[in-house]
């Protein structure tokens, strides 16, 4: 670990790089950039391995400031420490900066004594800011963690009786939460900040503690209850109640008052007619109805003793209807909400990752760059190894195996950061400033694939959607197929305002050609290259659904007269000669837009839309059709016709009647046509 | 015998307050003769008779910097008029005073070749 400390020097002047490298070298190990491009490059490489960055002003192609706000968008400012350069002096210029967070002046001309010192205290003083950072969050998660903990033990111990997993205490908090949120959001007048919300929300898990007076015979029995059993079930709220109410100690800490009110009024109504109390409205304290209803909303979607699981539209709109009683409609409100009803659906999916994401917080935690070695220590920086060791393999294994193009966008300026594999196998570079100019870019993606991706970013705005869609590059005079992804990043103070977005490019030609090829060949009749059974059966009704409610559709199937006797003396080959040849005959008496189709051995299926007089068609394809021998063997079809003018809009009945027609033509003799015309 | 406070005073600069700033004469010294290969004064030269402010100006304002670091002082003062002339829009009294720059310039440059 004596390692020198590594500081990135970023100014177009080589003279004033060797400068303060002569300054500082002796110290610190120096990284030179001639831009603030490049500067970006070496940050991204290494975010954590540089101590702080000497910057320059003015620069060619982006300046300090541009470089301080793609530093901040990419979360590297909080990272490394920023002296800015500068003979300026004047006020205005000085705020700016500050307010773009260097964290500190070196003005020009350079007094060697007082560079070296503003260093090495910044450093210091950045890694003692971050350490006490450190140092309160870990104390305030430790504390958080405690009273989390018994709570959770707690109402485990009532779900244990309930015969639950526990899962659904969990969920009633974090449903409870995402109410809250939206419910402040969309109610001005209440006032509720993120600790009281967080508050209200760990409380949610007491809902239900009275049920520890509730023998577990009825709790857990799976029939319905008679009238005494409910009874004594709807006791738990206020037994619950009684039972906080009997703490010692804590009666007026905000934590007991909120987990009171859940406990006793969680089975209120806003009509009344809830218990224990049949308070009404607003006398029902705004913690227990939206506790009542994530309580509501999660036994429904989840399975129970005597109930299947609802899904969680299914869900949503038993709530609305009214089916689980009255509830606040500010709070039906909330319900409805779009992005409420994606994350409620998302809690039970969350759920299942508990366990990874106690990883991520650990993970959090280590990374977490504290520069005395004790600290490391406690940190277990050997695990943090061989976590991010595994990570960064899976990642590459992952992404290269799957030829995933991992790449991430920051706004204003646009700057582009592309996995560095994959920068290298398309000889492209991993970072690029100003891509939708760059002219790599613009002859591998093509400009109108580059406007595209900014068109959908411009169209995007506001929407909380992933950017998702396909497009082809030229490859060799042929088109190459590609699969974007983009995930829009925010900012943290403004979530409305996107800073960028991380985004999956992936190559897809391969699969959506076999897909392609799959879907042809499973629609095509091999002997005859006309549709098969299955797939004009789908055409067919696919334009009958898309039909002009004006336009006339006609039916027709035919069949081969005497083809048996052409296998029996020819033999199945020469049958199926005959077979491909009456195909092309078909295909030459329709239109390209008719559709025609093999439905079974030599039977075939025509549809088509017709104007006018339908017996004058039809009997010019019959003749077309019906005429002539193929190597002597006389062509000679029967065929039935039913159409839109007498028959319902509807596959199966026009098939009917043309296959009965068909019969018809038949037993009168074969070699004709015949069209149905009403009884 | 030619010293540094000789220099400094064809420089139009003071050793003394240059001496305060920078630690040693031998920095100094190494830091002067640099003086000499940095481009920022050829880059000004170029982009004036190109009329092209961006660079014009990056590159007096590189050069005010150096000189300033250096205790230039004439040199310095010369490209800190260019600079604040250049930092907006293109200005043809740019010219003019560039021209006036050349030969504190070339005074500089053998005012630090003596050394």
Redesign the interface.
């Known amino acids: 670990m004596d390692q020198k400390p590594k500081i990135l020097i970023v100014d177009?002047?080589?003279?004033?790089q060797?400068?303060l490298s002569?300054i500082l070298e002796e110290q610190y190990e120096i990284i030179k950039a001639d831009n603030g491009f490049e500067g970006l490059q070496v940050v991204e490489k290494d975010p954590h391995g540089i101590s702080l960055i000497l910057l320059d002003y003015?620069?060619?192609h982006m300046n300090g400031f541009e470089f301080l706000k793609i530093m901040k968008q990419r979360g590297w400012l909080s990272q490394i420490p920023i002296i800015m350069i500068t003979?300026e002096s004047d006020g205005e210029f000085i705020d700016q900066a500050y307010g773009y967070g260097i964290f500190d002046f070196i003005v020009?001309?350079?007094?060697?004594?007082i560079v070296r010192h503003r260093v090495e205290n910044t450093i210091l003083a950045h890694a003692k800011q971050k350490r006490l950072q450190y140092l309160v969050q870990k104390q305030v998660k430790e504390q958080g963690k405690q009273s989390d903990m018994l709570i959770n033990i707690l109402s485990h111990i009532v779900e244990f009786r309930n015969e639950e997993s526990g899962q659904h205490v969990l969920n009633v908090r974090q449903i409870t939460k995402v109410l809250l949120k939206k419910l402040t959001e969309i109610d001005p007048q209440l006032k509720l900040d993120n600790e009281t919300i967080e508050q209200i929300a760990l409380a949610s898990s007491l809902h239900d503690v009275g049920k520890i007076t509730v023998p577990s015979k009825i709790l857990n029995k799976p029939s319905r209850l008679d009238p005494e059993e409910f009874e004594q079930i709807k006791k738990h709220a206020k037994n619950g109640y009684d039972i906080l109410n009997k703490v010692p100690n804590y009666r007026n800490e905000p934590l007991m008052i909120v987990s009171k009110q859940i406990a006793r009024w969680h089975h209120e109504r806003f009509d009344g007619s809830g218990y224990p109390d049949g308070l009404k409205g607003s006398e029902i304290p705004i913690s227990a109805q939206v506790v009542a209803i994530a309580d509501v909303y999660d036994a429904l979607t989840m399975e129970r003793v005597y109930k299947k699981a609802f899904p969680p539209q299914k869900a949503i709109d038993m709530i609305l209807n009214g089916e689980c009683g009255c509830f606040n409609p500010l709070l039906l409100q909330v319900l409805k909400d779009p992005t409420v009803q994606k994350e409620l659906k998302e809690i039970v999916q969350m759920a299942k990752m508990e366990v990874i994401s106690d990883r991520r917080e650990f993970l959090d935690l280590c990374t977490d760059p504290i520069l005395t070695p004790s600290l490391r220590d406690d940190f277990a920086a050997e695990a943090l190894d061989l976590i991010s060791k595994r990570d960064q393999i899976s990642y590459t294994f992952y992404s290269e195996k799957t030829q995933e193009i991992r790449f991430e966008i920051s706004l204003d300026p646009m700057f582009l950061t592309i996995s560095s594999s994959m920068a290298k196998k398309y000889e492209i570079p991993s970072s690029i400033l100003d891509p939708q100019h760059d002219p790599l870019l613009l002859e591998k993606l093509g400009k109108e694939n580059i406007d595209r991706i900014l068109h959908e970013i411009e169209c995007s705005k506001g929407k909380e959607d992933d950017i998702d869609f396909n497009f082809s590059t030229e490859h060799g005079g042929e088109p190459h197929w590609w699969r974007i992804i983009l995930h829009p990043l925010y900012h943290e103070k403004d979530p409305k305002d996107v800073r960028g977005y991380l985004g999956l490019l992936l190559d897809i030609h391969s699969q959506k050609m076999t897909h392609e090829m799959l879907e042809r060949s499973a629609s095509i009749d091999e002997l005859t290259g006309l549709l098969n059974k299955n797939y004009t059966q789908i055409q067919v009704k696919k334009r009958l659904e898309e039909a002009d409610e004006m336009m006339e559709y006609a039916i027709a199937i035919l069949d081969l007269d005497f083809f048996k006797n052409a296998n029996d003396e020819y033999g199945h080959a020469f049958g199926d000669e005959v077979l491909a040849y009456l195909a092309k005959r078909i295909q030459g008496s329709i239109r390209k837009l008719d559709i025609a189709g093999r439905i079974g051995g030599d039977e075939f299926l025509i549809m088509l839309q017709y104007p006018g007089n339908l017996e004058t068609i039809m009997d010019r394809i019959f003749h077309t059709i019906s005429s002539g021998s193929y190597k002597g063997f006389p062509i000679s079809i029967s065929m039935g016709v039913a159409s839109t003018e007498y028959i319902k809009r509807n596959f199966d009945d026009l098939f009917n009647v043309a296959d009965f027609m068909l019969y018809e033509a038949k037993r009168s003799g074969r070699g004709c046509l015949k069209i149905y015309k009403g009884e | 015998m030619y010293t540094l406070k000789d220099c400094f005073k064809e420089l139009g600069g003071s050793y003394e307050e240059v001496r305060k700033r920078l630690p040693s004469d031998k920095m100094i010294v190494k830091f002067l003769k640099k003086f000499i290969d940095d481009p920022s004064f050829a880059s000004l030269q170029e982009a004036i008779q190109n009329k092209d402010r961006e660079q014009a100006f990056l590159a007096a304002h590189t050069l005010k910097g150096v000189c300033q670091n250096l205790g230039m002082h004439d040199l310095y003062m010369q490209a800190n008029q260019l600079s604040d002339l250049l930092r907006h829009e293109w200005d043809e009294q740019g010219v003019l005073v560039f021209e006036e720059t050349v030969p504190v310039y070339e005074r500089a440059i053998q005012a630090i070749e003596k050394i």
Request: proline share 11%; charged share 20%.
């Open positions: 177009d002047s080589a003279f004033n060797e400068m002569e003015y620069m060619p003979a020009r001309p350079f007094n060697v004594s």
